[in-house]
Every structure is written in C-alpha cells, then in structure tokens.
C-alpha cells in the first residue's frame, strides 16, 4: 500500500480525502501544524475543563474571572508562567535540569502521528502504529527520571522513582489489554482499527478498556495514582525544583499525556473519528472530552493509593486480568469469528463483571498484599 | 551482584503541605520506609504562657482563642471556668447551656476540618475538605451572629457570655441541626466504605491502648484505641450531665478508627445540641462580675473535653489582677507524643496520614 518517498515508506495519498494537499512534504508540514494546533488548543481546554470540572464537582466555583466563565484562565496561566522567574537549585546537574522537560514532552506530542483524525487522515499511517504509540509513550518517564535526578532533591527523587515504579509494571497489563484489541481488529495501524470498529470495541472488550483505562491513568500519574507528585506527601514529586517555563513544559507534558491517552482509548475503543452527522474531528474531539471527564471524575472521587498498593494492583488484580482477557478474546476470535455481535456483548460482559468480582474477592483475601 | 542501599534524611516540613501549619519531621528514610523520626517543633512558640502573667485576667480571654485556634469557644471555656473555679463565680443556667450549644457546635466544626485534612493528606484531591468546609461554614455564620468573629470568637466571659444570643439565633441552629445529619450521611456514603479509603488507613498507625494511656493521650486519639475515657462524662463539668450521649470509641486504635470517631462524635454533639435547645432556660446571660477579677491567693485547674482532648488551664493568683501563672494542657501535644511509636517502618505517604489522624493544632502545641 506504502509508497516510497526517497527511500521513506510514507502512506499512501490516494486514501486521504481529496481536499488533502498531496505530496509527503506538503502531507508532513500540513499534519505537524494540525497536531501542533489539536494538541496545543486541547491542552488548553483541558486545563480549564478540569479546573472548572474540579470547581462545580466540589461546590466551589473554579476560575472564572479571566474572559467569560474563566476561559481564558490557561491564557493568563500561560503568561504568568512565562514571565517567572526560572530558579534552578545551585547542587542541581544543570544540563540534565534543563533537558528534562523537553524530553518529556516529545513523545507526547510524537503519539499524535498515527491518531487519524479522519479516514486516513493521519501523519504517518504505521503498519506498527500501536506498537510505536506504546513504544513512544514510556520515553517520558526518561525525562521525568531525569528530573527527580537533576534536581537534586529528595522529594523529586522520591516521586521519580516511584514514576519508574509504576510505568514499568503498568505498560505490562496495558499492552495486554491492548492486544485484545489488535486481535479483533485483526491489524496494527491506528486507521485499520477505527476501520475495523463497526460498533465500538468498548462494548466486545469492557474488561479491556477498564485495563488499559486504569493501567493509563496509572502511566500518566492521574489521581488516584498520583503518587509521583503526591502533594500532600512528597510535596510536588519530580517538578518540586521547576519553575518558570520548565515548569509550564511539566504542567504541558501532563496534560498533553492526558490528551494522548484520551485519544488512544477514544480512538481504540469508543471508535475513534467514527460517529453519524456530524464531522470525524469533531466525533474524536468529543470522544476525547467524554475520556478526559471519566478522568477528572475519578480525580475529585478517589483518595491516593499507596506504592506497595500500586506494585499489588498491577501485578496481582490488572496483569492476570489482561492474560484471562487476553486468552478469552483469542478464543472468541479463532472459536467464533463469526458470532454475532450482540451475543458477544452480552457475553463479554458477562465475563468481565465475574472475573472483576472473583479477582476483588481474591484480592481482599491476601492476595493484595506485597512486600516492596 | 549486590546493591547496597543507604538511608537517607528527609525533612517533612516545616514548610510542607501536610504538617498542618508548621512542624517538622526529621525523617531517616530507607527507600520509602521510615527508619528513624524526629518530630521537630516550636515553629509558631508565641510565649502565650508567659504573656498571661503581664494581662489581666480577662485580657487572656482572647490570648486563648488563639491556643486551638479551629476551637477558640472551647478555649474560651475552658479558661473562664478555671478562672470561675479560682474566684468562686456562678455561672447561670442560660449561661452554661449556651456554653454547651457553643462548645459543641465548636466540636463539629472543628471535626470537620479535621476529617478533611485527614483526606486531603490521604490524597482525595480536596474534595472532602471543601465538603467539610461548605457545613463548618454554616457553623461559623452562627457564631459570626453571636459576636461578628468567624474565627477567634473572644466570646465567653466569666460567670457567662459577653451578650445574649440574638433572636434569629435559634431559628439558624434549628435550621442547622435539621441539614446536617443529611450531611455527616453524606459524607460517610462518599469515604466510610471507600476501598482505597479502608486500603489506606486500616490498620495503619495502629496505636495500643494500653500505649495511648501511658502517653496520656486523650480526644479522638485516645477513644480510637478503644478506651472510653471523656471528661465529659468520666468529669462532668457545665451541665453535661443532663444530658444523654454516647461516647463512641475504635476497636483497633488505626487511623481508619480515629476518623470514624470524630465523624460519630459529630453525631452526639448534634444530639447534646438538640437536647441542650430543647431545655434551654431563660434568666441572666451573665452574673454579675467586676470588671477586673482579683482571686484570692491559690491556686485552681479545669479541664473540659476540647475538640482534640483533654483540655486544661491551671491557673496560680496571688490575688492581684493577672495571674502568676498560667498554664495549658494542650491535648494536641501530649497526643502527639505518640507519633513516633506509631511512624516507624511505615511508609511515607503513612506517616502522613497517621500525622493527619492526630488532628493536631500548631497553634496549641507551640503555644
């Protein structure tokens, strides 16, 4: 399908729309400006969707004095931020320091290459592409490792190390209950699957989604598995020594990692840009914000869980889950590829309900405990 | 190969977000295990002790309100009624009613705040705390009609109050007391049941009570060991023994215990409060009292059962107009000699919460 651009295999244009301009180099810049846009205007949706989510969740009002309902609130963060002073601690490895936040933020931005935002419409339509969405995304921690070091403080060590903690054991279960996904859709590029998804595969893979759900929020230290910047303990985790704009490239990395999830589970499991009447971006964006509120839901909800509870739930509750998960959808593929879907719905979820109730039984019983 | 790891010290606070105003721990850390703790305080030491030798009795009134500064009515009563005891004042009946009205509408205030800093440190992301802090700002309207404070109220005096409650008084606290069992059920229906809740807290911090006595701890702390020890009833003091309450206690001594005591101990101040407004006298709020109180030589103690424990004031005369010494009991101190017991080989983020289970007040502690 690939045709090759110098020696580069990019992806074939005739399946862009016919409004796309043509050509790899015009395709290459048109797309970065596009993801440049969508990730930048969403991150800042985000920041204010959350704060004002926070705000009517907890009777208190959230900002809303900079423009109409406080909608320029990231704006005016984003020029506080901008003139601050930027402090670095005098025993910190300065070039590590400084290096940090930009290599965290890379891959943020890098998953968006192969999330279609239309049929075909996407930077790089990779063969691979949830392999290299799943490769990509543990770069950050490099740059979060490298900022608890940098830094030169033990809080941010703290919060770093527990960071690498928790992406290690968590990527193990999300790739899993990724694979489930990969099996019914019978390929690995971002378009297929969202071609694949008659209806969304939430509904044939609920255990799935609830993995990679938990598994991601875990990745990207959203609440209740914040423990890398746990405020009320280690203060601020690996950003503790940031300030200024290296900081704002941390607040961004958060946010734009929370997008990028959002996306990779909208796009993977609630059908991507696929949805009646209205436009396909439009469908992915809503499909993104319906992601992002689960999130700061679970956010004002949930109290913080421990280390040794966090190290307990990847490996005891989440890792054998997405094995059974994982051998059931193999199953169900080769056994019955032609079943109906609406006998499989109801199967499947009968089968997470019970497995989920069964492995929390377990898991009371002992079986949560670990020693870390 | 064989990777030898070192401890290493970290200082939680004085300036941190979880010491509850400013405390130092002095924590030697072996990985994320607590080796060795060394609490650390005197941060906010005013001299309040030695400054109410230089002021007349009634000018210590508001030095007092700012001891436990989340239950500156106790305070306040506790400190009048060692004065009445050293100088033989009566108080009359509207007077100690309204006292205990007050003292135990203080109590759920202040347990409010400490339930949600307790889940602010367990890392529930504010909302508990801003929860709690929606029904203790009801409270503190109530009292701002007593006396147009909302935090140090200086309202008591001795041999009663400084002025009688308004009218729209009762109506408000009538209001009040319907809303807010609702609420107190509200909140167990959000965090009592939670999983991660009861993963975090139970059995973490677990303090004897045999260990609680010996320390002398008192309050929530000492109940949640099990032991059902309450000035309120093991001393009555005011008029608390008209009145019919539990003394809810823990069984096992957790953080998980301390905080359900404070939320059932809400529950009984609402049904002292109502059996209080139901039998509230009329008559003086005040007896009559000169305006500068001169003891006579001696020496006098009272206790009550503040928010966070056994609260006393000791009080020395030498029959002029301030007191030759005057000292604090401070509950959040004693309780807090315990906290070394109860950190080592627990985890940080467990020593932080069992710190917020306290429920301590650095305004008392440093005084």
């Known amino acids: ?372 | 190969m064989t990777l030898k790891t070192e401890p290493f010290v970290v200082n939680i606070g004085p300036q941190h977000p979880s010491t509850h105003g400013v405390f130092r721990l002095r924590t030697t850390l072996d990985g994320e295990v607590i080796v060795d703790v060394e609490p650390i305080f005197g941060y906010l030491h005013r001299g309040i002790e030695k400054l109410a030798e230089e002021r007349t009795y009634g000018g210590i009134i508001p030095l007092t309100d700012r001891l436990d500064y989340l239950a500156s009515m106790s305070n306040n009563m506790g400190y009048c009624m060692a004065v009445e005891k050293l100088a033989g004042i009566e108080v009359p009946e509207r007077a100690e009613y309204l006292r205990v009205i007050l003292a135990e509408l203080q109590r759920i205030a202040s347990h409010l705040i400490g339930v949600g800093a307790f889940f602010n440190d367990l890392g529930a992301m504010m909302t508990p705390i801003v929860y709690m802090i929606r029904e203790r700002e009801k409270i503190v309207d109530l009292f701002e009609m007593l006396c147009g404070q909302r935090l140090t109220y200086n309202f008591m005096r001795f041999g009663g109050l400084s002025q009688d409650i308004p009218e729209e008084f009762l109506p408000a606290l009538r209001k009040f007391l319907d809303q807010m069992p609702r609420f107190i059920d509200e909140y167990d229906q959000l965090l009592m049941d939670n999983e991660i809740v009861l993963a975090r807290s139970k059995d973490v911090g677990v303090l004897p009570a045999e260990t609680a006595i010996n320390i002398s701890a008192s309050g929530p702390v000492l109940r949640g060991s099990g032991v059902k020890w309450d000035i309120r009833k093991a001393d009555p003091y005011s008029v608390y023994d008209r009145f019919e309450f539990d003394i809810p206690t823990g069984t096992a001594g957790d953080a998980y215990d301390r905080y359900r005591v404070k939320v059932e101990e809400m529950r009984q101040s609402l049904r002292i409060i109502e059996q209080a407004v139901a039998q509230l006298p009329g008559g003086p709020f005040r007896s009559k009292v000169p305006f500068l109180v001169r003891p006579p030589v001696g020496e006098a103690y009272a206790h009550i059962e503040s928010a966070r424990g056994d609260l006393g004031f000791y009080l020395v005369s030498d029959n002029s107009i301030a007191p030759y010494r005057f000292h604090v009991r401070a509950p959040s101190l004693i309780n807090l000699t315990a906290l070394r017991e109860m950190l080592i080989g627990w985890k940080v983020a467990d020593a932080i919460i069992i710190f917020g289970s306290i429920d301590i007040v650095m305004g008392e502690v440093d005084r």
């Open chain 1, 1 to 372: 399908m690939n045709i090759v651009y110098h020696g580069i295999a990019v992806p074939d244009m005739k399946q862009l729309p016919p409004d796309w301009p043509g050509g790899f180099f015009w395709h290459w810049l048109v797309f970065t400006v596009i993801i440049f846009t969508f990730v930048f205007t969403l991150v800042m949706a985000f920041t204010w969707v959350e704060r004002r989510g926070l705000g009517r969740m907890q009777s208190r009002l959230g900002p809303n004095r900079a423009g109409p309902f406080g909608i320029l609130q990231p704006v005016a963060d984003a020029i506080k931020v901008l003139l601050k002073e930027d402090i670095v601690p005098s025993r910190s490895d300065r070039i590590v320091h400084w290096l940090a936040p930009v290599v965290a933020f890379f891959p943020a931005l890098l998953i968006f290459a192969v999330v279609p935002f239309q049929n075909g419409a996407l930077l790089a339509d990779l063969d691979i592409g949830i392999l290299y969405v799943v490769a990509i995304s543990s770069v950050s921690t490099v740059g979060i490792f490298m900022a608890g070091w940098g830094s030169s403080n033990k809080f941010s060590l703290l919060g770093a190390m527990r960071n690498v903690a928790a992406v290690v054991s968590y990527e193990m279960p999300l790739v899993l209950a990724v694979i489930g996904v990969v099996l019914i859709a019978g390929s690995l590029s971002m378009n297929q699957i969202v071609l694949a998804q008659d209806i969304p595969l939430i509904l044939l893979q609920p255990l799935g989604f609830l993995i990679v759900f938990i598994a991601g929020c875990a990745e990207i230290n959203r609440s209740p598995f914040d423990l890398m910047e746990a405020d009320s303990e280690i203060v601020a985790g690996f950003h503790t020594e940031y300030s200024g704009m290296k900081f704002a490239m941390f607040y961004l990395v958060e946010y734009a990692e929370a997008l990028a999830l959002s996306a990779i589970i909208a796009t993977l499991f609630l059908g991507g840009w696929r949805g009646p009447v209205l436009p396909p971006w439009l469908w992915l964006v809503i499909k993104v914000f319906a992601v992002f509120f689960l999130m700061v839901w679970t956010r004002t909800t949930l109290p913080r869980i421990r280390i040794d509870q966090l190290m307990a739930l990847a490996w005891k509750f989440l890792f054998p889950l997405a094995l059974i998960n994982l051998a059931i959808t193999g199953l169900q593929v080769v056994a019955w590829p032609d079943a109906l879907p609406w006998t499989m719905i109801i199967v499947n979820f009968a089968i997470a309900a019970v497995l989920i109730v069964l492995w929390s039984r377990l898991f009371k019983v002992g079986w949560g405990r670990v020693e870390v």
